[in-house]
C-alpha cells in the first residue's frame, strides 16, 4: 500500500479540501434558504438571503424556481454529504473519494452552467447589464472550481486505472 502524502504537500488538494469546508457552511447557512420554508429559517438565514436578493438583485433565489429547487435539494442531500466525505477523502488522501468528487464536479458544473444562462438571458428578470454581470461574476466560482475539479479527477483516475487495472481472465467468465 503507498505510504499517503500531506494534505500540504498536495497544493491543489489543499485548495479543494478548503473549497469543501468553506462550501459546507455556504450550504448550510445560505444555499439552503431556498428549500427551506421563509417562517423556518433563522434570522441569520434571512439577513444573508436578505443581502443576495437585495444588494445583489438575485432574481433566483428572490423567487427560487422550480428548476432550482430540485438543484438546491440536490445540493443538501448528495453535494453537502460529499463536501464531508471529499473533504475528509481528501485529507487522508484517499484515491477512491475521486469519483465523488467527480460526480460532484458534473453536478455542479452543470447546475451552476444553468443559474448562469438563466442570469444571462432571461429577459424577465428587469436586471441592468452591470447586474447581470455581477451576477454572473458572483456564481461565476461556483462553475470554474467544479470544472477544473471535474477535469482533475478524470485524469486522476484514468491514470488510477491504468496503473491498477488487472488482465481480465475471460476464462473465469465462461
Sequence with gaps: MPLRVTLLKRPLDSFYFIYFVLHIFVTVIIDSAGVIPPESRPTFQKALLRIQIEENK???????????????????????????????????????????????GVNAGITTLACIAELAWNEKFMLTRAERQKLIWI????????????????????????????????????
Design 139 to 174: 456564481y461565476f466560482p461556483t462553475l470554474l472550481i467544479p470544472l477544473i475539479l471535474t477535469v482533475d479527477m478524470a485524469v486522476r483516475i484514468a491514470k488510477w486505472d491504468a496503473r491498477d487495472a488487472k488482465p481480465i481472465d475471460r476464462k473465469k467468465d465462461i
Design 58 to 104: 438575485d432574481p433566483l433565489m428572490a423567487n427560487v424556481p422550480v428548476w432550482l429547487y430540485t438543484f438546491i435539494g440536490v445540493e443538501v442531500l448528495f453535494q453537502l454529504p460529499v463536501f464531508i466525505g471529499g473533504a475528509w477523502g481528501l485529507y487522508k488522501d484517499y484515491k477512491k473519494t475521486y469519483i465523488a468528487l467527480l460526480i460532484y
